[in-house]
């Protein structure tokens, strides 16, 4: 089992960035795949990001080019960096672990581990 804790989330105006940061606890987190989705009011949990754990990385369409996921594995933490804010990536966001693969999957069933969530707001 695997212990997550995201942090890093806020308000902020249209065109701002935030980081979240996701840190996690338990088995050897060098060795799985991690995922960052998110899930705004009245919708499904969507996928945003995941990272190997190698390092490659996966992207929604909806975010590519304006946000960067990235891992530090001495550290435990995975990071999501996100720029160019919108109104609409207003949502809850989750970090997840899949530690039954070292490539990650877009879809949220596979990852056995989430965080609580962290709030970003978008202001227009």
């Known amino acids: 089992q695997v212990q997550l804790v995201e942090s890093g989330g806020g308000l902020v105006q249209a065109g701002g960035s935030l980081r979240l940061s996701c840190a996690a606890s338990?088995?050897?987190?060098?060795?799985?795949?991690m995922g960052w989705f998110r899930q705004a009011p009245g919708k499904e949990r969507e996928f945003v990001a995941a990272?190997?754990?190698?390092?490659?990385?996966y992207y929604a369409d909806s975010v590519k080019g304006r946000f960067t996921i990235s891992r530090t594995n001495a550290k435990n933490t995975v990071y999501l960096q996100m720029n160019s804010l919108k109104p609409e990536d207003t949502a809850v966001y989750y970090c997840?672990?899949?530690?039954?693969?070292?490539?990650?999957?877009?879809?949220?069933?596979?990852?056995?581990?989430w965080g609580q969530g962290t709030q970003v707001t978008v202001s227009s």
């Open positions: 997840a672990a899949d530690t039954s693969h070292y490539i990650p999957t877009m879809l949220s069933h596979e990852y056995d581990s």
């Open positions: 990272i190997s754990s190698s390092g490659i990385t």
């Open positions: 338990g088995r050897t987190f060098s060795r799985y795949a």
